[in-house]
């Protein structure tokens, strides 16, 4: 099963190393790391997603959290979440009219960043599954020239929430 972990970790040197480390030397590959800073200076969220069994990945996040710089986790995976990705995608288009192009940004309501003579550059933030298709759609209609994805970042529904390791100590 898919997993999307998010952690709160201490913004120290070699904090981020130990922790992928961690999955590496379990032969797990992180499939998108994604690092923000909190409203704490001195913490950084940590959003990664991988792949393996529920039993796995809860003995893997018990192993994570005797980490000393990690403050807390939250596999979004077991609860209700929002999940997000961006995309920004450069497409030259095979041809002229370039209409088949803007009706798919207008059907996923994407935005031209920059319409040039030759090429679009074009930005997408949606689920996972929005952006594979917006991809798969718009590469048949071009050549992509440049693609960079964020990786997913994500947030609990509700009222459960992850935040700085400071604002859980004073609801404590």
Do not use: C
């Amino acid at each position: 099963m898919r997993h999307v972990i998010s952690v709160i970790l201490q913004n120290e040197v070699g904090a981020l190393t130990r922790m992928t480390g961690l999955f590496s030397t379990r032969g797990y590959n992180i499939e998108s790391l994604n690092v923000a800073p909190t409203d704490d200076v001195n913490l950084s969220r940590v959003t990664l997603v991988i792949t393996g069994s529920d039993e796995a990945i809860a003995q893997l996040n018990s192993q994570l959290s005797k980490l000393v710089d990690v403050v807390s986790i939250n596999d979004m995976t077991l609860g209700a979440h929002f999940e997000r990705e961006l995309l920004i995608i450069k497409i030259k288009p095979n041809k002229d009219p370039k209409e088949e192009i803007f009706l798919v940004i207008e059907e996923y309501k994407a935005e031209i960043l920059d319409n040039s003579i030759n090429s679009f550059t074009i930005q997408l933030t949606g689920a996972r599954e929005i952006i594979d298709n917006f991809v798969d759609k718009v590469t048949v209609l071009g050549d992509v020239q440049a693609l960079a994805r964020s990786g997913s970042v994500a947030v609990t529904k509700g009222e459960i929430i992850l935040s700085s390791y400071a604002n859980q100590n004073l609801s404590s």
